[in-house]
């Protein structure tokens, strides 16, 4: 059978969809299932975005999704026998989950059972003795055949193959097993016929019919006039489930009316019953016939059990009746929690309502110790919904905040209404994933900086820290410089931001005397998507360096003529004789400017002003006083270190200026002659050096030259 059929599809609107497939057993790996896509009425590529998977499920190694093509097909062969036994339905169930949104889906399958099992019997020849004088409808319970299938193609009839005396009586449990008993219909006679053989057929309903054989043989014994008889048919008895082994719970009775040995009676379990491995839970006294608990009897594995007890006299007569325990729950399961689906990171955005996990519950007891109650233990912003009968959902019960919480340890208590309750608990960690919120913030609305003037290029000048209480790519912070100009040059000739650490570096080196400060905005902007930003403010002062040195504006510096100021021969103490004019161009105290005498021919005669430059006499000149005068004035600022200018100043002291010119002239020419005379020196020495130098070049060539000859002729002359 490779038909595949569709049985039932049911919506479920808040949480997916149940689907209940059919397929026979037996089915090839690969085999299809059913068309998963088309039957939840979604598209493949719903499937392959929301990362469909199976979960959960014992035995959902049985099925396999195809993903991409939306089909369910047998991944592993399906034995029905070994997946069910004899229950019936037999199916395998699994949840199906899909992500983004989260959907669950209940898939059950139900294989289909195919007749490829043969009734039998666990042992192939049965002995049985019997008194001759067994009146007629005395019963013989004889073996169960096990047929593994179910339904039509499992156990369906007994017979007896033709005999003179007994007849065959087939009947069922209550568990629908089906059992045989032989009712002896003419007497027996053990001098006509000692031994009798003969065979029990066991048969199925399936297509084409099969069937199983067991040998009964016979034996006649001596006259034993009466059977054992139970005082009851049936017997009803109860227990709890895990009683301890040697608990009492119930005992059969029989009586025979015969006397001596034909009247002991012996008591013990059907073969029925020992097949079907009642014999390990129970034991019965084979003298008093006492059941007492030999194993472990477990509710949620055999709800009741039926047993068959046979008594049996020394002459081989028997009797038979049925014992029915009931197995009484205790609560002795805890629920089981079984996470079908976990998300363990959530987004700080998610609106209240969302989908974190969905987990299955589970009680194996029934009744109130069944019935299960699902919680969240701490006071958390989410919650516990129940979607169906024993699957709930882990939902946000709030808005979240990553800033404020970044993660949650939340434990799960299911708990069953037992007495006493008995619970689980299952812990989850759910991280909060960031959303970039929060823009990069700075400190300070205002950053200043203060640089020297003269600065290396690429010399750091401030540093900025801006903060973003987002994390990962939303906390990256990017610093950008804002176009803005100064002057008539953009910003970014000036100063240059590093755009991971925030640094502020100097482009150029600045002159103060240009420049006196840089205003300009800085963004911090975060890596989100889309990315926050902030602006702030920065300024930077430039702070003069004592870089430049007094120039001397009066008296001028000429190269080549000279200038004299004259002072009257009649001129009084105090004279003022010139004024020596000198600026600079740096600020402050680098600014502030002192003058000096330095030299002068008579250091007696003349003073200058220190803070106005003022050159005049300090006594009354006299005619011993030479004529030409030089005096040597040091201008100074007051920076640390200090720099300096010099200005000569030429003082005629003379009444008339052809006397002044006479001695200045004479004074041009000896300067003129030692200028000569440095300019001739210079001269010579240069045309010596390359001279030399020539005639090393050249002895060298000649050298190398020679050696490369004889180089030559050595390897011609070689064979």
């Excluded at 219909?185 to 053990?190: C, F, N, Q, V, Y």
């Excluded at 005639?695 to 064979?719: A, G, N």
Aim: aromatic share 8%.
């Amino acid at each position: 059978m490779s038909q595949i059929l569709l049985i039932l599809l049911y919506l479920v609107c808040n949480v997916g969809c149940q689907i209940r497939y059919s397929i026979p057993e037996e089915m090839k790996k690969g085999s299809l299932v059913g068309n998963i896509a088309s039957d939840l009425g979604i598209n493949v590529q719903r499937l392959r975005s929301g990362r469909a998977r199976i979960v959960t499920g014992e035995n959902s190694q049985y099925a396999e999704l195809k993903a991409d093509k939306g089909m369910f097909v047998v991944n592993e062969r399906v034995d029905r026998e070994k997946l069910c036994g004899d229950m019936t339905p037999c199916s395998f169930s699994f949840d199906l989950i899909l992500e983004n949104p989260m959907e669950l889906h209940h898939i059950t399958v139900e294989v289909l059972d195919m007749n490829d099992n043969s009734p039998f019997f666990h042992q192939h020849d049965m002995q049985l003795t019997i008194g001759e004088s067994a009146a007629p409808g005395a019963r013989f319970v004889l073996p169960t055949a096990n047929d593994p299938d179910v339904g039509v193609n499992g156990l369906q009839e007994y017979y007896l193959s033709p005999n003179d005396n007994f007849v065959l009586k087939t009947h069922s449990n209550s568990d629908g097993r089906k059992y045989a008993e032989m009712v002896l219909e003419k007497p027996l006679d053990r001098e006509r016929h000692p031994n009798l053989s003969l065979k029990l057929i066991a048969v199925d309903g399936g297509t084409p019919q099969k069937s199983g054989t067991v040998n009964i043989e016979i034996f006649v014994l001596d006259a034993n006039d009466n059977s054992p008889v139970f005082n009851q048919t049936v017997y009803k008895a109860s227990v709890r489930e895990h009683a301890p082994k040697g608990t009492y719970i119930i005992t059969v009775n029989a009586t025979d009316a015969d006397s001596g040995s034909n009247g002991l009676i012996y008591y013990s379990f059907s073969k029925i019953d020992r097949s079907h491995g009642s014999g390990n839970l129970f034991m019965i006294d084979e003298k008093s016939g006492v059941i007492v608990i030999k194993g472990s009897v477990d509710y949620e594995k055999d709800k009741k059990h039926e047993l068959r007890i046979d008594a049996k006299d020394q002459g081989g007569l028997t009797d038979s009746c049925k014992v029915i325990i009931e197995v009484t729950d205790v609560n002795d399961n805890a629920p089981t929690i079984t996470v079908m689906s976990f998300s363990s990171s959530v987004s700080e955005d998610s609106p209240p309502g969302t989908t974190i996990g969905i987990i299955n519950v589970k009680d194996l007891d029934s009744g109130d110790n069944g019935q299960v109650n699902c919680r969240i233990e701490q006071n958390t912003p989410f919650k516990i919904k129940s979607n169906l009968k024993t699957y709930y959902t882990l939902v946000t019960d709030a808005l979240l905040d990553r800033e404020s919480v970044s993660d949650y340890n939340i434990t799960v208590i299911a708990s069953d209404a037992g007495t006493p309750a008995l619970s689980t608990k299952k812990n989850f960690n759910i991280k909060i994933s960031d959303v970039n919120d929060n823009a990069p913030v700075f400190p300070q609305a205002v950053y200043s900086a203060y640089v020297v003037e003269n600065n290396s290029p690429g010399v750091s000048v401030l540093t900025l820290r801006a903060k973003d209480p987002d994390e990962n790519q939303n906390a990256r912070i990017s610093y950008i410089l804002e176009d803005t100009d100064i002057g008539a040059s953009p910003i970014s000739e000036y100063i240059s931001v590093n755009a991971e650490s925030g640094v502020i570096h100097a482009v150029k080196s600045f002159d103060y005397e240009q420049i006196k400060q840089l205003v300009f905005m800085v963004r911090a902007q975060d890596g989100g998507s889309p990315p926050l930003s902030s602006n702030v403010s920065v300024r930077i002062l430039i702070q003069d360096q004592n870089d430049n040195p007094p120039q001397v504006l009066y008296p001028v510096q000429t190269g080549g003529s000279m200038v004299a100021e004259m002072v009257p021969r009649s001129a009084d103490v105090g004279y003022l004789v010139t004024k020596v004019v000198a600026v600079d161009v740096d600020s402050g105290q680098n600014a502030w400017l002192s003058y000096k005498l330095q030299k002068a021919t008579d250091r007696a005669l003349f003073e200058v002003g220190l803070q106005n430059g003022e050159i005049r006499t300090v006594r009354q000149v006299s005619d011993k006083d030479a004529v030409k005068q030089r005096l040597s004035v040091i201008v100074e600022d007051n920076g640390q270190p200090s720099r300096s200018a010099t200005v000569i100043v030429n003082v005629a002291v003379a009444d008339s200026f052809p006397e002044v010119l006479s001695e200045f002239t004479d004074f041009a020419q000896d300067k003129e002659y030692n200028d000569n005379l440095t300019f001739y020196l210079v001269l010579a020495l240069a045309v010596v050096s390359f001279l030399f130098i020539t005639c090393l070049v050249v002895i060298v060539s000649v050298k190398i030259y020679r050696w490369r000859q004889s180089r030559i002729l050595y390897h011609s002359s070689l064979p």
